[in-house]
């Protein structure tokens, strides 16, 4: 590897010390090295990006970087981490094995979603963990019609619903109740979330199908107010009448593996945390 870029959280790193360690040590080994939070522009060919931060930083980067397919390995310095590879103890380590090549790729699927709007109006969105519709406004339930390929297949009652990657079992689908899934596997999991059924659970489909979720009216004829969210960022307000429809994106995000371990040997450590 010659060129690497940092994609840093201030908020985790506010000092910029690690940032800074991990710039001098690369720069020491001849590397090039650029940093997402200077006045330059950052977005280009590299080698390999270091997201300093946790699991939600990793999820912004690989949406603001998706188009230029760079390979992502992240420093933890939030709390579980289960997408970040490296821990501050063995960074340099870490970095002598990326700059002489001793990792594993590992690519993982992502979701695109595209709203439809009243007076034809569209809007689009990316999400490498899941895209989570919920209640945008007064504290209600809320009802949605879901179809698959067109055909419908049930309606919830339902604090919202969680459109998921695989990446996306161990987040907001895990506390929902839904299914833990091998993160490089491939498929699309729907997970309500407090469904006010007694027989509702998660529903595993194909990474093929095309799902879509229509907002229709609310009881006693109300309007229902909703939100898509994409990796808990960018959001989507949608009303009775609209609905959106996702699918697996064309792009995917590449992650670099350092340890050869199982993610069942991961998972277990993170759950006796």
Same mark, same amino acid.
């Given at each position: 590897?010659k060129?690497?870029?940092?994609? $840093?959280n201030?908020h +985790?790193?506010r ?5 800074g ?7 020491? +080994?001849g ?18 990006m270091? %997201? *300093?931060?946790?699991?939600? $930083?990793?999820?912004?980067a ?5 188009e *230029? ?10 709390? *579980?981490g @289960?997408? $970040? ?10 970095l ?6 001793? @990792?594993?790729?590992?690519?993982r699927?992502?979701l ?21 519709i919920?209640? +945008? ?13 067109g ?15 695989? $990446?996306?079992?161990t987040? @907001? ?7 833990? %899934? ?7 999991? *729907? ?6 059924t ?14 879509e ?13 909703v ?14 009448g609209e ?14 593996r350092?340890?050869? %371990?199982?993610?069942?040997e991961?998972?277990?450590g993170?759950?006796?945390?």
């Open positions: 590897m060129h690497f870029l940092i994609y $840093t201030r +985790k790193d000092d910029m010390s690690v940032t360690r991990i710039r001098s040590y690369l720069e020491e +080994k590397q090039r090295v650029s940093v997402n939070t200077e006045g330059v522009d950052w977005k280009e060919a590299a080698d390999c270091i %997201v *300093l931060g946790g699991d939600g $930083t990793v999820l912004r690989a949406r603001e970087t998706r *230029l397919n760079i390979p992502i390995i992240g420093v933890n310095l939030g709390t *579980l @289960y997408m $970040t590879e490296i821990e501050p103890d063995n960074l340099e380590e870490a002598d094995r990326l700059i002489r090549g001793d @990792y594993e790729r590992e690519s699927m992502m695109y979603g595209r709203a439809f709007l009243k007076g034809n109006g569209t809007e689009e969105g990316w999400a490498l963990n899941d895209i989570v919920s209640r +945008k406004g007064p504290l209600q339930i809320i009802r949605f019609d879901i179809y698959v390929n055909q419908f297949l049930n309606d919830y009652c339902a604090d919202g619903m969680i459109v998921t990657t695989p $990446t996306g079992s987040g @907001y689908n895990l506390s929902a109740g839904g299914p833990l %899934v091998e993160p490089g596997a491939r498929l699309i999991m *729907l997970t309500p979330i407090c469904p006010h007694l027989n509702q659970r998660s529903i595993i489909l194909s990474p093929e199908d095309m799902i979720i229509r907002i229709p009216q609310g009881s006693e004829g109300c309007v229902q107010t939100e898509a969210s994409f990796d808990g960022g960018h959001g989507i307000p949608l009303r009775t609905g959106i429809r996702i699918v697996q994106s064309e792009k995917v995000t590449e992650f670099l350092l340890n050869r %371990v199982s993610f069942l991961v998972l277990h993170k759950m006796a945390e």
